[in-house]
């Protein structure tokens, strides 16, 4: 089936991120792959196998359906790991294929265990532990009761992991909730140990804690965004910048997506003339413009009316008007032999005339995370 667009994945980009991270955690602690939101846009599928070329044999989703999917095309050693839902039904099928999952409340816990007696398999969990974030995980009185629980499981409840998530570790402005976090998470840990229960594996950082704060590693790093090649925010690839000695200051990070689609069809637009819906562009000049067959209903935001730009025949040009549903026009007066059918670059390109997703009109670095993951499911994802 023909679609109006295209994903690559770049293989070479990959590698050298993945390598850049290795380079950085050092090669005492473990790497997980967060493949979480159809692998931030990339496409679970095209993306874990990729990686685990590249030697990586743990990943991290949110929940048992993604789980599912990467299960379906990892080989057998590695681990999969479930940070988020899982679900009374997914449980069972979670635990007779030996994926991984964190438990944040005694419910689960119970849940796991009465599964995992029918099954006669034990469960494999990672204790979260409450530190700050105040979203999921165990204070001190659950964690008592976890562990009276795990106490009488007979082995059935397998402590994998302790974990806790950071509450914005790429902002300087969390230094000190962080710093309390790291504390709190230490003193479970030790509390735990005291109780006869030895972690496997200590976990806390995601991409931002992994760059900004060494002591984070630990046994293992939970990194996303960084894989893909976007730093978590312009302050940390600030403070990486600060802290290398001796070397070229260069982004280490490659783009691993671009995105294309074509031109559909070609008009001209006189002066004074509005293009697309309601007033948001007058033409200024007598212009040229082409229509794009992608719009929000494809993962391009309408965030980005007026704003975003795009590659055609190596120049940057405007998006005019709204994002449509299924199109946008874009501002080709400027583009030298223009024609139907001609390649548009909506995120890829090289040096400077690259867009990259965070050139979408200067927006924040967390529009990174947004405008990935909103990539359909159904455009197709080729590797390079
Ligand atoms: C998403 C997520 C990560 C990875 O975050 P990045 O910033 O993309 O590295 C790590 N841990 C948890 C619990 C997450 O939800």
């Known amino acids: 089936m023909h679609s109006t667009s295209t994903i690559v994945l770049n293989s070479e980009s990959l590698k050298s991120n993945i390598d850049f991270i290795r380079s950085s955690i050092g090669p005492d602690v473990r790497l997980s792959s967060v493949v979480k939101g159809n692998a931030y846009g990339h496409g679970i599928e095209a993306f874990v196998p990729?990686?685990?070329?590249?030697?990586?044999?743990?990943?991290s989703v949110f929940s048992?359906?993604?789980?599912?999917?990467?299960?379906s095309v990892v080989s057998r050693d590695s681990t999969?790991?479930?940070?988020?839902?899982?679900?009374?039904?997914?449980?069972?099928?979670?635990?007779?294929?030996?994926?991984?999952f964190f438990v944040f409340d005694i419910e689960r816990a119970l849940a796991a265990l009465t599964i995992a007696r029918k099954l006669s398999k034990p469960a494999k969990i990672h204790i979260e532990?409450?530190?700050?974030?105040?979203?999921?995980?165990?204070?001190?009185?659950?964690?008592?009761?976890?562990v009276e629980l795990i106490k009488i499981s007979d082995g059935y409840l397998v402590v994998e992991g302790l974990c806790t998530h950071y509450a914005g570790a790429e902002s300087i402005a969390n230094y000190v909730r962080v710093q309390n976090q790291i504390k709190k998470y230490n003193k479970f840990y030790q509390w735990l140990v005291s109780q006869g229960i030895t972690p496997t594996l200590r976990h806390t950082a995601c991409s931002a804690a992994a760059m900004a704060y060494p002591k984070t590693h630990m046994d293992l790093v939970r990194i996303g965004i960084l894989q893909y090649g976007f730093w978590p925010s312009k302050e940390i690839f600030i403070d990486y910048l600060g802290k290398i000695r001796n070397k070229e200051k260069t982004d280490p990070l490659k783009r691993v997506i671009s995105w294309t689609s074509y031109i559909m069809s070609i008009k001209e637009v006189r002066t004074g003339e509005f293009i697309g819906y309601g007033t948001s562009y007058l033409a200024q000049q007598n212009m040229s413009i082409a229509a794009v067959p992608v719009g929000y209903a494809h993962g391009y935001s309408r965030i980005?009316?007026?704003?975003?730009?795009?590659l055609v025949n190596g120049r940057r040009v405007g998006?005019?008007?709204?994002?449509?549903?299924n199109m946008m026009m874009i501002d080709i007066s400027d583009v030298p032999d223009v024609h139907k059918g001609m390649k548009v670059?909506?995120?890829?390109?090289?040096?400077?005339?690259?867009?990259?997703?965070a050139s979408f009109g200067e927006l924040s670095n967390?529009?990174?995370?947004?405008?990935?993951?909103?990539?359909?499911?159904d455009i197709p994802r080729l590797i390079k």
């Open 304 to 310: 980005l009316s007026n704003q975003g730009r795009v």
């Open 80 to 100: 999969i790991l479930i940070m988020g839902e899982v679900g009374e039904h997914g449980l069972e099928w979670v635990i007779e294929n030996d994926i991984e």
């Open 366 to 377: 967390q529009l990174n995370y947004e405008l990935l993951t909103r990539l359909p499911h």
């Open 129 to 146: 532990v409450e530190t700050g974030l105040n979203r999921t995980g165990f204070n001190k009185p659950g964690l008592k009761q976890l």
């Open 50 to 59: 990729l990686v685990e070329s590249c030697g990586v044999d743990h990943f």
């Open 319 to 325: 998006v005019v008007g709204i994002v449509n549903m």
């Open 64 to 71: 048992a359906d993604e789980a599912h999917r990467v299960h």
């Open 345 to 357: 670059t909506l995120i890829g390109g090289k040096d400077e005339t690259a867009i990259s997703v």
